[in-house]
């Protein structure tokens, strides 16, 4: 059987990487620049999932196949690629600023346990006896998850694409798809430039923003929307806190994610009706953080960046799906902001819907 995939962002080297295992496939990924170029450059990669709300449905299912197919998946790859995969496991501190919270968050604390996952609640003083930089005179306490993670979106992304070539899948890079066949046709691809056949029994569509320009709107409804997010890398002369202890730290929506060697990613704003960085944006984002951290004030700006998430429209994020008019594509995209941690989640309902095909 032969398979495209659209897009070599995080998404779709997962779903590569996945499907590799599969026997019989004949499988192409085509990206239209290099891996990872789109949204997956920008994120940060922090994964909230036993801290999030979702205890139940799609979203619970998704979140909870990524958390575990991490901890198979990183042995895997260090074998197949033959290089550390570098993961905080150190877990994720979630501030807390209203006191009225904590109920609702002891309900969860009792759900996650029954579903085989811990959540602490700590007061303000044992928040600052394991996390000192966390300062604010707002902050109540705070939700602790150890068992969520953080990875670097582009090594991630490029070790499963390793991994997904080490077990034979073709990658395509600087190699753009067009567009896709009409409904109703043989299933094929319009490629430029490429010695291989463009028709395929079943694609992937895993290109993030990219996948709009694909649709044909009288076939599919769907249309992603972009919402941009700026972050920051900044240099501290001393770590913040303990350096045994270097959670991502979570507060009001903003991320202060530990890099070692006393560099610390902050991000990001959620900007969803421009595509230009508004600098004011980064201002604020930057002095909320420093009230949070007071010591971060001390720090030095390396550098300033920006990206967009693919957002959904009308549906629920992500979306995983067959394109409508076409019974053999699957639209694998519109993570919007957890599609760093919703790849693997993402990859193996890919890899099941695939399984079925072939049945
Ligand atoms: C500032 C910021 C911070 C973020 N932080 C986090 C975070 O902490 N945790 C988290 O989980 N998520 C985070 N995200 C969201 C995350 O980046 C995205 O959800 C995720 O990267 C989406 O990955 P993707 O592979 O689906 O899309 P993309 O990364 O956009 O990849 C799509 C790829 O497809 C290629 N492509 C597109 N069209 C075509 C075509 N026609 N032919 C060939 N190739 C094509 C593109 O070149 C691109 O490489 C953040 C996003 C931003 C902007």
């Not at 789109?38 to 709300?53: E, F, K, N, Y």
């Not at 807390?96 to 303000?124: A, I, V």
């Not at 990206?307 to 009308?314: D, E, I, T, V």
């Amino acid at each position: 059987m032969r398979i495209a995939i659209i897009g070599a962002g995080v998404t779709g080297a997962a779903v590569a990487y996945e499907l590799s295992a599969l026997g019989g496939l004949d499988i192409s990924l085509f990206e239209a620049g290099e891996p990872g170029q789109g949204s997956t450059r920008a994120a940060l990669g922090v994964w909230m999932g036993v801290v999030s709300q979702k205890t139940g449905g799609r979203g619970w299912r998704l979140r909870r196949a990524s958390l575990e197919r991490l901890e198979t998946l990183v042995p895997e790859l260090e074998r197949l690629t033959g290089k550390t995969l570098s993961v905080n496991r150190q877990g994720l501190v979630l501030l807390q600023f209203d006191p009225q919270e904590e109920e609702r968050w002891r309900q969860l604390q009792r759900r996650r346990q029954d579903q085989g996952y811990s959540l602490e609640y700590w007061s303000r003083e044992t928040l600052l006896s394991h996390c000192p930089q966390a300062q604010d005179p707002q902050v109540v306490g705070a939700v602790y998850s150890p068992q969520d993670r953080q990875v670097n979106p582009l090594a991630f992304t490029q070790a499963l694409l390793q991994g997904a070539e080490a077990r034979g899948v073709k990658l395509y890079l600087k190699t753009p798809v067009l567009s896709l066949s009409k409904p109703g046709a043989p299933l094929g691809l319009t490629l430029e430039d490429v010695n291989v056949s463009p028709y395929f029994d079943a694609v992937i569509l895993c290109g993030g923003l990219g996948v709009n320009p694909l649709i044909v709107p009288a076939a599919d409804p769907l249309r992603l929307r972009p919402v941009l997010g700026q972050a920051l890398e900044i240099e501290l002369e001393r770590t913040l806190g303990l350096p045994d202890f270097q959670p991502v730290l979570t507060a009001q929506d903003i991320h202060l994610v530990p890099l070692g060697e006393r560099r610390y990613w902050l991000g990001a704003t959620v900007e969803p009706e421009t595509e230009d960085p508004d600098p004011t944006s980064l201002t604020a984002l930057w002095e909320r953080a420093c009230e949070f951290y007071p010591a971060l004030a001390q720090g030095r700006i390396l550098r300033a960046w920006s990206g967009l998430r693919p957002r959904p429209a009308g549906e629920s994020a992500p979306v995983i799906r067959p394109l409508q008019g076409y019974p053999r594509v699957l639209l694998a995209t519109g993570h919007y902001r957890n599609g760093v941690f919703l790849a693997l989640g993402t990859a193996l309902e890919v890899r099941d819907w695939l399984e079925s095909q072939m049945a």
